[in-house]
Nanobody
């Protein structure tokens, strides 16, 4: 079983940047599609970005397109989410998730098999 572990969350002012990382314990992420989701207080968890196992395709929620970049370094067995031009509405717990390998990115939670514990991102105005 692959267990993703997030890191890199924190507090930042609006307009700032953060980079989240996702590594795995108990296995490697290299053979899987990966996704980032987030859940704000009193809201449902939502898709943020996803990337195919080889890195050839990425997909983004409209709310983050042009500001966030998902990437992966399979040699380092790590997936990243670079978050730029952060807004207060980006405040949420961010989750890394693992999906079976595919040529397309899943946007729904049921497309993902394993989930991390989440990392808090807080953006102040």
């Amino acid at each position: 079983q692959v267990q993703p572990v997030e890191s890199g969350g924190g507090s930042v002012q609006a307009g700032g940047s953060l980079r989240l990382s996702c590594a795995a314990s108990g296995g490697t992420l290299s053979s899987y599609n990966m996704g980032w989701f987030r859940q704000a207080p009193e809201k449902e968890r939502e898709f943020v970005a996803g990337i195919t196992w080889g890195g050839g395709m990425a997909d983004y929620a409209d709310s983050v397109k042009g500001r966030f970049i998902i990437s992966r370094d399979n040699a380092k067995k790590t997936v990243y989410l670079q978050m730029n031009s952060l807004k207060p509405e980006d405040t949420a717990v961010y989750y890394c998730a693992v999906a079976p390998p595919s040529t397309s990115v899943a946007r729904r939670e049921n497309g993902y098999r394993y989930w991390g514990q989440g990392t808090q991102v807080t953006v102040s105005s």
